[in-house]
């Protein structure tokens, strides 16, 4: 995988020769970008589909506050609410976080229209290990043994690291990843990790609600919970749960060379991460795009979810109009 630091350089290089294009007042970015081709193809292996539990394992230390936000988000996400309307335009109602979801059912093993039915995720179990027992820096075993306590066929375990902890990889190369561990029935169990990157590296993990690390420096975006490490994290969750449930074990959707995204899973380009730092309509690099903006607290959004709470997630690749399709 390409380390987040080259991303951002080659973000900033097509930036920087954008605006150098830029001759008249009359041109935008979006106007003189030219979209690169992108088409995920199914690879003959099995999606998740149905029913699907989530289970969750808290490392380190997160505060009540902390864990309500990322629940409610994955709480919204297979049940659907009647959105209240946004300040902008109290004739409208912003999307909500399952019309987002909803890009994810239309990912099916071809042939299967009929019988394939939408995955729908349903929060399980929860561990909290505050104590670090397995200490604040953890190796790809040590994650793979915490996703096995927890890990059950038919479900997705994701296990979340507090701001303090250092998993391998963390702000060098990746946000999280997504894989799989082997269970003593021989099953094969998907997961999720990811870092609350708060105190680590906002920059790179938790743009736009921080100034980057590399590239244009634009303004920051409010977070629309008040909190950059939790909204941060349901951002890289997003992106990651769209590209276990249709690429699961490596046989599902991506574009890349298939030796090498079946040798590691969520390697290569997926459901969320075909559309990295798209939010909203005219996205280019280093500006998510158009997205709502709460008039009381300045919250940047593009989702509501149970509550009323605000979300701001990332464009997924649509597999019918084959583009990143963004909410607003």
């Known amino acids: ?136 820096f953890l190796t790809r075993a ?25 998993p391998e990889g963390f702000c060098l190369g990746t946000c999280g990843h997504h894989s799989w561990v082997r269970l003593p029935s021989l099953e094969r169990a998907p997961y ?14 938790a743009w736009p609600f921080h100034k980057p690390a590399y590239g244009p420096q634009g303004p920051s975006l409010v977070a629309p919970n008040g909190d950059v490490g939790s909204d941060g994290l349901v951002m890289n969750i997003a992106k990651l749960l769209g590209g276990t449930v249709t690429n699961p074990l490596g046989g599902g959707f991506y574009e890349g060379e298939e030796e090498l995204c079946m040798e590691e899973v969520g390697l290569c380009m997926e459901a969320g991460s075909a559309c990295v730092g798209v939010y909203g309509k005219g996205a280019y690099p280093g500006y998510t795009g158009e997205v709502l903006v709460d008039e009381l607290s300045g919250g940047s959004y593009n989702a509501v979810g149970m509550r009323g709470r605000k979300y701001l997630l990332p464009a997924l690749w649509d597999p019918q109009t084959h583009k990143c399709e963004t909410l607003v």
């Open 1 to 136: 995988m390409a380390s987040l630091k080259t991303v951002f350089s080659l973000l900033f290089l097509i930036s920087f020769s954008l605006n150098d294009s830029l001759t008249s007042a009359t041109k935008t970015p979006a106007s003189v970008v030219r979209e690169t081709p992108l088409l995920l193809t199914y690879h003959n292996g099995p999606l998740l589909s149905g029913q699907i539990t989530l289970n969750l394992l808290w490392y380190g230390n997160f505060t009540s506050s902390q864990r309500a936000i990322i629940l409610d988000y994955l709480h919204s996400l297979s049940h659907p609410i009647n959105p209240i309307p946004s300040h902008q335009n109290s004739s409208l109602s912003p999307p909500s976080v399952s019309q987002w979801w909803r890009t994810i059912g239309k990912y099916v093993v071809p042939n299967s229209q009929n019988t394939q039915k939408p995955a729908v995720l349903r929060v399980g179990k929860q561990a909290i290990h505050s104590s670090y027992s397995l200490g604040r």
């Open 142 to 166: 040590n994650l793979s043994s915490l996703v096995r306590t927890l890990a059950r066929p038919g479900s997705i375990t994701l296990v979340l690291t507090a701001h303090d902890v250092n």
């Open 192 to 205: 999720i990790w990811v870092g609350d990157s708060s105190s680590q590296c906002p920059g790179l993990c």
